[in-house]
């Protein structure tokens, strides 16, 4: 299970930045920040140059702190069996897979009703269910890893935690 912190697929290009180093650079972009060709690691004046209209957030470490606790809470009401992978990931290990896309898809939209944006992945293996997490829109169920990570670029690999 994956959830981000920014609120997914806007219309104008938005990238969080994290204030706390030396030097602020972007550490999250939505889609369309990366078309107007802004990357992760640029400074906000990169970004701005790239595209004028680029609305730049700080980090809100309080705010992403309750949003991992509630994270945790819905994925506990589905599992005994859930680990904190990374800020704003959990890995949820079930022991029945009767019904998964059904309990995961009411998990986003519960989420959703705090007005959190999830994407979640099942897949046979930790490792393959972050990766599916990160390209699905919302939910991806793959059956099959190596048949799901052997067309994928090297670039989408770098993705996982």
Partial sequence: ???RVDVCQHLFAEALIEEQ???????????????????????????????????????????????????LHFAFILSPFVEATAPGVCTIQFTDNRDLTAK?????????????????????????????????RPLLEIDNAKGF?????IETLAMSV
């Fill in 21 to 71: 180093e030396k030097k602020p650079v972007l550490v999250q972009l939505n889609d369309a920040a990366e078309k107007a060709g802004i990357r992760k690691g640029m400074t906000p004046s990169q970004a701005l140059a790239r595209s004028l209209k680029v609305i730049i957030k700080a980090r809100a470490h309080t705010q992403e702190k309750s949003i991992q606790q509630l994270l």
């Fill in 104 to 136: 995961v898809s009411g998990l986003i939209e519960r989420l959703a009703e705090c007005e959190i944006t999830a994407q979640a992945g099942i897949a046979p293996t930790p490792d393959a269910s972050v990766l599916a997490a990160h390209l699905a």
């Fill in 149 to 153: 990570l052997a067309p994928l670029p």
């Fill in 1 to 3: 299970m994956q959830e």
